[in-house]
């Protein structure tokens, strides 16, 4: 009994996947498809996507929005769970709905070429403690296990060095936390456990960014270059518990990843349309099986490190921004807003032990933007924004090559991931 208790704590750990690597951050740039700088425009969520970008804002932003993901995965039917050819039935897809608040924030130091500090920040609606988790090998789907309910953050600084040529850097919330477990027994068989321990590991991130109409040009356009580090989660839960039989060991586990990536950006406009394109390539080779690894006595669990065997990615992103001038009333001007995207999934043929599951996706996007002349009669509009993203994922067939392989005889993924939200940009 406890040694399954002690598995069973192994689970139990805080989630930290990202939305911004998949959806992007923000209700403009989800609603371009996720792509990285629009000529001409800096935004305080660019931390993340191109932090070089805050080297061109002056004035202090704050943006304040809401964003909701709704899955619409298929289940996996019914599948063998073990080697003995047990039957078990996975009526859903098992990835949870949520939402959050997000809020971003970008602070000029300086005068005629400030360093400008930002911050993103992603809060949910309601947070999630694995108390609970799936057994090795069972079908999942890794990259949106858990993935609206949990917490993160970014924040940077960008640099105009000279006009039209700015530098930044930003930090993504990565976590490595131990946890040293007290167990005891009483009567009423009960248990407690207290985590002790927490603290992030930063990786640095840059980006360059050049602006052809502030360097001096006619033709406006902008490229630039984005290095984004990975992140996550990685845990250590320590016992030393005294029974019948005493029981000592660690396991670790890496609940949550998200990849490093080199991202290629640029922007241009035709009169009122722009258009932006990113090219990045997703580091998914350096990915680790989730699951416990460790020693429980000199029973061993898993196997240190194990590579998930995913392969690197490229990914394409286009997006269309239109300006629409309104007139002199309280409504200024539209920004009616496209975005398509492509992501093949990272995941190999799952034909033997393992089901990461996951498929190729197609994402299509549009949005909003509506600036507002400001109550404060100030120069600065109010601008309110809104987006809807619909990912379509690529049905796909895993058919195993022995029938008591977990998750034989095969089973079909695919389905729908929408996220919509809105945001108000406020400036002073």
């Given at each position: 009994m406890m040694l399954s208790l002690f598995v069973f704590l192994l689970s139990i750990s805080t989630s930290h996947a990202q939305l911004a690597p998949l959806f992007g951050l923000g209700p403009k740039s989800s609603a371009l498809g996720g792509t990285s700088i629009v000529v001409g425009d800096s935004s305080a969520f660019q931390v993340y996507a191109a932090p070089a970008a805050l080297g061109f804002i002056r004035n202090v932003e704050v943006h304040i929005g809401a964003q909701y993901f709704e899955p619409k995965l298929k289940p996996f039917g019914?599948?063998?769970l073990n080697s003995n050819g047990t039957l078990g039935e996975f009526k859903t897809a098992g990835v949870l709905p949520g939402g959050g608040n997000l809020l971003a924030i970008a602070i000029p130091i300086g005068k005629k070429r400030p360093i400008t500090f930002g911050g993103g920040f992603y809060l949910p609606f309601s947070t999630l403690i694995r108390v609970s988790g799936s057994p090795v090998n069972y079908p999942f789907y890794p990259l949106y296990s858990d993935i609206s309910r949990n917490f993160f953050f970014i924040i940077g600084m960008g640099y105009e060095a000279w006009d039209g040529i700015a530098f930044g850097l930003n930090f993504r919330s990565t976590t490595k936390s131990t946890?040293?477990?007290a167990l005891r027994a009483d009567n009423s068989v009960n248990y407690s456990a207290t985590?002790?321990?927490a603290k992030s590991k930063n990786r640095i991130s840059i980006s360059a960014l050049y602006d052809n109409v502030r360097r001096g040009g006619d033709f406006p356009y902008s490229v630039?270059?984005?290095y984004r580090a990975q992140a996550g989660l990685e845990t250590r839960i320590s016992a030393d518990v005294t029974a019948?039989?005493?029981?000592?060991?660690?396991l670790d586990s890496f609940p949550s990843y998200s990849p490093s990536e080199w991202a290629l950006m640029s922007s241009v406009a035709f009169g009122k349309l722009k258009t932006s394109l990113d090219f990045s390539w997703m580091k998914w080779s350096q990915y680790v099986s989730p699951y416990g690894t460790g020693n429980i006595n000199t029973?061993?669990?898993?196997s240190s490190r194990k590579e998930a065997q995913f392969k690197d990615v490229p990914v394409f992103r286009l997006g269309n921004e239109y300006e629409v001038s309104v007139g002199g009333g309280a409504l200024r001007k539209l920004f009616a807003r496209t975005g398509y995207f492509y992501y093949p999934s990272p995941v190999p043929d799952q034909t033997s032990d393992s089901n990461f599951v996951d498929n190729d996706r197609h994402g299509v996007s549009a949005g909003l933007g509506l600036h507002w002349k400001s109550p404060w009669e100030s120069e600065d509009d109010l601008v309110t924004d809104f987006f809807v993203q619909n990912v379509w994922l690529k049905s796909k067939q895993v058919t195993k090559?022995?029938?008591?392989?977990?998750?034989?005889?095969?089973y079909t993924s695919g389905g729908r991931l929408m996220l919509f939200g809105a945001g108000v940009k406020l400036k002073f």
């Open positions: 019914t599948v063998v946890a040293v477990y985590a002790v321990e630039g270059f984005m019948f039989v005493p029981i000592r060991g660690d029973y061993v669990i898993g090559v022995s029938a008591t392989t977990v998750g034989a005889p095969g």
